[in-house]
């Protein structure tokens, strides 16, 4: 089982540059989330999705935008980069509401020069 | 608001030791908690979830207590090894879709 895979897993920005980072999962998961992970800061949460075709905002939006076309991917974006940006972020999938626990990816490692 | 916290931030023990961690939460009306190993450079792998329902999870040598009424959780591990050595995440749910997590605790086990 791969679980909840995340690509890239390292990338460098220039300020003003757009990506997207991908999350796939394989568990047929209802749930899917976006965090970031900042020194002093603890994980975070961008944005989240119930189900295929819903998103939702989490704590620190701004900056991102996400996308659920399919049950088993969630996209997040960054439209135009910022150093303050600069983080790791993890998907991360359950079968339902937060009773299920939490099954991450492994991260990317973006950083925005 | 749901605050958690993870104390000690560091521990370094020598292998073969038996050690607690502790992790602390504000509102204790929580549905369960969870346990995380991340080692360094990696992402978070799941140890142990507790149900509110429930007031230990053992696996292997670890074992968690759930306590809400003391908005408290503990992970022992026993007999600890090099292999051990990583950082402790302990996280608890917040508004429905959210989870909080602690800071936590970066363990080191010396050979």
């Known amino acids: 089982n791969a679980g909840v895979t995340q690509t890239p897993k390292f990338r460098v920005l220039k300020t003003g540059q757009s990506m997207t980072l991908l999350c796939a999962q394989d568990?047929?998961?209802?749930?899917m989330y976006w965090y970031r992970q900042d020194p002093g800061m603890g994980l975070r949460l961008i944005h989240y999705?119930?189900?295929?075709?819903?998103?939702a905002k989490g704590e620190v939006p701004d900056g991102y935008n996400v996308s659920r076309l399919k049950k088993q991917n969630f996209l997040l974006g960054l439209e135009s980069a910022a150093p303050s940006q600069t983080s790791v972020y993890f998907c991360?999938?359950?079968?339902?509401?937060?009773?299920?626990?939490?099954?991450f990816g492994s991260g990317t490692r973006l950083t925005v020069v | 608001k749901q605050e958690v916290t993870q104390i000690p931030a560091a521990l370094s023990v020598p292998e073969g030791e038996n050690l607690v961690l502790n992790c602390s939460f504000t509102d204790s009306a929580i549905y369960n908690l969870q346990w995380f190993r991340q080692d360094p450079g990696k992402g978070l792998t799941s140890l142990l979830l507790i149900q509110s329902s429930q007031r230990e999870q053992t696996s292997g040598r670890l074992n968690a207590s759930l306590d809400k009424s003391s908005g408290r959780s503990t992970l022992y591990i026993a007999a600890s090894q090099p292999g051990d050595s990583a950082t402790y995440l302990c996280?608890?749910?917040?508004?429905?879709?959210?989870?909080?997590f602690g800071a936590g605790t970066r363990l080191t086990v010396k050979p």
């Open positions: 996280a608890v749910p917040y508004n429905n879709n959210d989870m909080r």
């Open positions: 999705s119930v189900g295929e075709g819903t998103t």
């Open positions: 568990m047929n998961h209802e749930y």
């Open positions: 991360a999938s359950s079968p339902g509401r937060v009773l299920y626990g939490y099954t």
